[in-house]
């Protein structure tokens, strides 16, 4: 049984946010509570899908190793954020690997106990559509990122991302390592270096895992930025 805590941060992603709270604690009953190190991995790709997840501390990465052996990073999931639905509920196998990146806690869910409640209540068939289209759309997003956004403008938007204000200066703590940072940007390490260059004319400075962003709104009015407007002038 998890404890109030955590089942407020199982609240908060959207496989669980839509549903009733007697539903809610129901799937709780049925879930447990599982920590991992750094390193770590939930599950390799190709496994059985068994479990869905929710990221309870800590961050987690999910990636595929290419034909060429190099890894890429499909997301990034920290607290509150599911993983794994569509797939567990279709009893496939996982596209691709889950690790942790930091010492985490994930809430686990055999899919079973979640299709067993659906015949009983649809609501809970809603709630999957409404995670699954959320996910879709994070991926959508990120497509947009990789072909409308310069590497500077994608780290400006994960920068800004990671803050907690809207004006004036901020400092925040990159939570992984700027490797993954670069592969979660669809970037190679030196082409992130050169971005974090770019961005200290617009008074970013990053110091080992901390950036200072010194006018956030600058930083987002330069992320929001149409590249193309400079090929619409001459037209």
């Given amino acids: 049984m998890i404890d109030d805590k955590d089942l407020a941060t199982a609240r908060e992603a959207v496989l669980f946010a839509s549903l009733p709270d007697e539903l809610c604690l129901s799937l709780m009953q049925r879930a447990t509570v599982k920590s991992f190190g750094r390193g770590e991995s939930l599950f390799l790709q190709g496994d059985i899908a068994e479990n869905l997840y929710v990221s309870l501390d800590g961050w987690i990465k999910l990636f595929r190793i290419t034909p060429t052996g190099s890894e890429a990073v499909v997301g990034v999931f920290t607290k509150g954020r599911s993983f794994g639905e569509a797939v567990a509920l279709n009893g496939e196998l996982y596209p691709v690997s889950a690790e942790a990146v930091t010492e985490s806690r ?20 809603l709630a999957i559509v409404s995670s699954v289209f959320k996910h879709l759309q994070g991926l959508v997003g990120q497509i947009e990122q990789l072909k409308a956004h310069t590497g500077a403008q994608r780290v400006a938007e994960f920068l800004l991302d990671l803050s907690n204000c809207n004006q004036g200066s901020c400092t925040i703590k990159l939570p992984y390592d700027k490797s993954l940072i670069a592969g979660r940007l669809g970037m190679q390490p030196p082409s992130l270096s050169r971005a974090f260059n770019r961005l200290e004319s617009l008074g970013v400075t990053v110091h080992h895992n901390q950036a200072t962003i010194a006018d956030v709104e600058r930083l987002r009015n330069f992320m929001l930025e149409d590249r193309s407007a400079p090929w619409r002038k001459v037209y």
């Fill in 106 to 125: 994930v809430l686990m869910l055999r899919a079973s106990a979640i299709v067993s409640l659906m015949r009983e209540r649809p609501e809970v068939g």
